[in-house]
């Protein structure tokens, strides 16, 4: 089973027990050590695996570090985890930080059992940074998020490759932050800037400011828009002609739910292909999504004669595994 439908199966599971466990025990036995298994490392070998690994630092005596990872006896990544959904600050990785300064491990993990925050040391040799370079939260990720996440797993794991990224990964995170707080609230200094642009010379006043502020924001919905409407007026393009397979004489009707469903597929596989090699042809029994209008390249199958019962069936090499769905949204899953 490839990591992703692990994490899926795991969050699946988390999703129906987070809300009854009360304690940070729990949370290590029942979300965190299985995340740790599922990257491959053995959680009931304390040569893979130590819990409660001594963090003892010069007077500092008798802390311990929930987990350690340890490869060549010598340990790798550091686990420090709270309660489930509990609050995670920097405040809360005293130990880590103590523990990270004394070992060879280059990467520290805080958790609450849902969101896993990764750090390494980007700013100071030895010391570790006060922002993780990655975040990973088990109820709410992306495609992508898994194959970083991946990079950590006990086949993968090569600290360099990890570093080689880490830096990227950190202050990507750090400007996406920022533009999303300028989206709704921009600062004077980004607006100033702007504004000399496309007035240059004219003084900064705060009528300018106050005039700016406001078409800044503006300017930022505008072209959110803009994109929003551009990917679905590229989905909803008919490219072929949707073929209907009729050979056994009986009457097809593809259902407005099958064209919506059709659409939303060909959104998520813009970023990877053409919209145009994205075809659908329909039977009696389901849609099937080909690319380059070919049976050789099967996309999916949309079951959805049963509006109270659809399924969309996915592909691993030949065999179709089927996925039940509530409503079209979950396609996104």
Not at 7 to 26: G, M, N, P, Y
Not at 34 to 56: H, K, M, R, S
Not at 238 to 252: A, Q, R, V
Request: charged share 30%; glycine share 4%.
């Amino acid at each position: 089973m490839d990591l992703i439908d692990q994490v899926r199966e795991l969050a699946l599971r988390i999703t129906k027990v987070k809300d009854s466990i009360q304690t940070e025990e729990a949370t290590k036995n029942a979300m965190v050590m299985p995340f740790i298994q599922i990257l491959g490392y053995n959680v009931f070998d304390p040569l893979e695996v130590t819990p409660e690994l001594n963090a003892d630092v010069g007077i500092k005596k008798g802390e311990k570090v929930d987990y350690a990872i340890l490869m060549d006896s010598e340990p790798i990544i550091l686990f420090e985890c709270k309660k489930s959904g509990g609050d995670l600050n920097i405040n809360h990785a005293s130990q880590l930080f103590r523990y990270f300064h004394v070992t060879k491990a280059r990467f520290a993990v805080l958790t609450n059992g849902i969101s896993y925050r990764f750090f390494t040391d980007l700013e100071q040799p030895n010391k570790m940074d006060e922002m993780p370079f990655f975040e990973f939260n088990i109820l709410d990720f992306k495609d992508q998020q898994v194959e970083e996440l991946k990079k950590f797993t006990k086949s993968a794991f090569n600290v360099e490759q990890i570093l080689n990224t880490a830096s990227d990964l950190k202050y990507t995170r750090a400007i996406r932050n920022i533009l999303a707080d300028w989206m709704t609230s921009p600062s004077e200094d980004f607006v100033k800037i702007l504004c000399s642009e496309v007035i240059n010379g004219k003084r900064f006043t705060p009528t300018v400011k106050e005039q700016f502020t406001q078409i800044t924001k503006s300017a930022f919905n505008q072209l959110i828009s803009e994109k929003i409407n551009e990917r679905l007026k590229m989905a909803m393009e008919p490219s072929t002609e949707i073929k209907i397979d009729s050979s056994d004489g009986d009457e097809i009707v593809t259902t407005d739910v099958e064209m919506e469903g059709f659409r939303i597929i060909r959104a998520i596989l813009r970023e990877s292909v053409d919209p145009k090699r994205v075809t659908m042809r329909d039977a009696k029994s389901y849609c099937a999504i080909f690319l380059d209008d070919t049976n050789r390249k099967p996309i999916c199958r949309l079951r959805f004669n049963n509006p109270s019962k659809m399924t969309l069936g996915l592909f691993s090499e030949k065999d179709e595994k089927i996925e039940p769905i509530n409503d079209l949204s979950d396609i996104y899953k």
